[in-house]
Nanobody, 123 residues
Framework: VQLIESGGGLVQAGGSLRLSCAAS????????AGWFRQAPAKEREVVAA????????YHADSVKGRFTISRDNANNSFYLQMNDLKPEDTGVYYC?????????????????WGQGMQVTVSS
């Protein structure tokens, strides 16, 4: 499975970005997805996760109410809509694929990762 990310960039605080991730290759019919980020000098953390059918989602407390994960199975793609961005949202964002129906927050069960995109929120 290969993941191609798009949508990162520089935005002012309060602005919005939409991250996209397209999966290609041998994807199972019931695969789940997640978004992770890593800020400078910090460990990678899970931001959001979604089940194979979109019926279950997780959003970290720090982004709840501002970020929304979604997916389009017809196009093997998933997204992270980020609104009301804050400087502390700055970091490298990674999309991830898991062959499990819902991997949730367990990074160890994600088996493919995107290349990473820089998101910078200026104050």
């Amino acid at each position: 499975v290969q993941l191609i990310e798009s949508g990162g960039g520089l935005v002012q605080a309060g602005g919005s970005l939409r991250l996209s991730c397209a999966a290609s290759g041998r994807t199972l019919s019931m695969w789940s997805a997640g978004w992770f980020r890593q800020a400078p000098a910090k460990e990678r953390e899970v931001v959001a996760a979604i089940s194979w059918d979109g019926g279950a989602t997780y959003h970290a407390d720090s982004v709840k109410g501002r970020f929304t994960i979604s997916r389009d199975n017809a196009n093997n793609s998933f997204y992270l809509q980020m609104n009301d961005l804050k400087p502390e949202d700055t970091g490298v964002y990674y999309c991830a694929h898991s062959g499990m129906p819902y991997a949730g927050t367990m990074s160890s069960v994600y088996d493919a990762w995107g290349q990473g995109m820089q998101v910078t929120v200026s104050s």
